[in-house]
C-alpha cells in the first residue's frame, strides 16, 4: 500500500480548532515521535512515512482539512507529479491519439488541468520529488523519457524532443488572459495565425464583431472565443482545450466543437477537458476518465471509445481497470415526471415592452403556473434577466400587462462575492435546509470560510443555496450549472428541483447545459433575436414543442442512448439526423 496524507491548507486552521488539535491527539505523537508538526506557514504538516494510517486525525480536524488515504501499490508507482508535502498527487497522464478527439472528464480537483499541463509542456513533472531543483531542458526530457518507457507516452516526448510535435495550447482560465496580452483583439490573432484562416475562425466563432475591441474590455464568453481562435489559428499536430466551452451559450458550444472537431486529422490529434456531457459526446471520437479523490490525488484510465467511455462515468465503475470510482451510479429516466395537473396561475403577462439603451425587449403573451419548472434557453445578451427583473417588477416595463406582483428570488448569472462567511450567507438554509441544500451541495466544510475565498464551483454551489433559502413564488437560477463539474452539475440539478417541487414554487431556470435543461425542465420559455440589439420571448411551450423549435434553430436533432437515457446529438446527416429532422422531431419523444 501506498499512504499518503493530505493537508487542506486553505481548510486548516491551527487557531480554530485551539492549537494543532490533530498533533496533540495522533497516537504517534503521543509516542513522543513528529508524524504531526507545525510547518513553516502555520499548517498542520504530516510526514508520510511515520504515519500509521490510524485514521485519528481526519476524523478529529474540526475544518475537515485531513485526508489520509491508502492507495494499492500498482495503481501508485511513481507519481509523475507532486505539488508539494502533503499536496496534490498526479499517477499518470492522457495520450493524444492522432486521427481523434480525446475528452477528458472527471470532477474538479482530480487533476485534469495539471496532467494536460504535462503534455503541453507547460508544467514539467517532477515525478513526485517536489524538492529536486528542476533539471534543465535535456535532463528534464531525458527523465520524461525514461519515465514513460515502453508507454505511448515515450513515442510522444521524443517526438516533441526532436521538435517533430507542436502543440497549441488553450488554458482553463481564460480570464487571465488579459493580463498577459495587451492590444487589439484583431492584432493578438493575426500575431498567431499561422493557417492564413482569421477571417473564416472569426466568422465560425462570432468574433468578427469585436476584433477592433481592445483584449481588456471583451467579456468571459467573447475572451474564451478569443482563446479558442488563438489556439485553432496556430499551425500545431496536437491541439490542447481545457474547457472550451465555460462562458459559451449552446450555440457557441456547437460552433466552437465543430470547429474544434474540424482540426483533426491523420497528423493531428486533439485532446479537450469539458464538463458539459452533451458536448464532450457530440465532439470526442475518444475518452479518458479521470479518477481518484478531489484534491487528493488523480489517475487516469485507459482510453475507451466515448459513448462507452462516459457511460462508464455514469456508472461510476472502469470494467477494463476493475475500478469502482463512485459508490453510486448516476441514472436518467427518459424524462422527470412531467406536472401536467398544474392549473393554478402564478403570474401572466401580456405584450411587455421594453428598451434599455439600444437594446429593446419585446413579450407576447404567456403565464407561468404554481408549481411550473421553466427551462430557458437562448443566446446570452438577450434579456433573460431584464424580463425576469420585470415579472420582479424591480424594473417597470414601457408598455403592457403583468397580472400582478410575485415575490422573486434571484441567482445572478455573475456572483458577487463578499467578505461574509458561508455560515452567515446560509443562515437560513443552516437552520432549516439542512438534508435539502447544505449537505447534497456538500457545502458544511466552508461554513467558517469567507465567500470570497471560495472558488467558482464552490461560489456557485453557496450562491444557488442562498437563492433558494428565500421565501419566493418565483425562483430564477441564471446559469446555476456554470463552474460545476459534470457530477456537480447532475447534483444541483435534482437539489433545485427537489427543492423547488417540495415548496410548490415556481422556478425559471436559464443554462447552455443542454442535459441539465433536459433534466431540470417541465416546459421551456426560448429567448430569441439578436444579443445586445433585441431579444423576443416566446412561450412557455410544452418542452417537445420548445424543444423542437429552438434545436431546429440549431440544426441539430437529440437521441437517448440506449444504456443510460442521456440525451446525446445525432451525427449530423445520419440516418437518424435526417429521419427526425424530416418528421420535425428534433428532439427525442
Ligand atoms: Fe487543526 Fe485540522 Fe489544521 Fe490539524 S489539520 S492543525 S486539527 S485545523
Redesign the pocket.
Known sequence: MTRLAI?IKE????I??GN????RMCPVNREGKDC?IPSPNH??LIVEKLCTGCGI?PN????D??RIINLPEELTKQPVHRYGENEFVLYSIPTPLFGNVTGIVGVNGIGKSTAVKVLAGVLHPNFGDFKAELPDEKEYYNRIIRYFKGTQAQGFFENVRKGKVKIAYKPQQVELIPRNAKGKVMDLLKNVDEKGLLDSVSDELQLSQILDNDISEVSGGELQRVAIAATVLKGASIYIFDEPTSYLDIKQRINASRLIKSLVNEKSSVLAIEHDLVILDHMTDMVHIMYGREACYGIVSAVKPTRNGVNSYLSGYLREENVRFRESTIKFNERPPVKLHLKEQLVSWDNIEKKLGKFSLKASSGEIKKGDMIGVLGENGIGKTTFVKILANVIKQDKGDISKKIKVSYKPQYIESSDRTVGEALKTAFEKYENQLINPLFIRPWALKKVSELSGGELQRVAIAECLQKEADLYLLDEPSAYLDSEQRLVASKVIRDFIDHKGASALIVDHDLLFIDYISDRLMIFTGKPAINGNVEGPFAMEEGMNKFLKELGITLRRDKESNRPRINKPDSRLDREQKESGKYYYV
Do not use: D, S
Not at 60 to 63: A, H, Q, R, S
Open positions: 493537508v481548510r486548516c486552521n491551527p480554530g480548532c494543532y488539535l490533530c498533533a504531526i499548517k498542520a486525525c478529529i480536524c474540526p475544518f482539512a485531513i
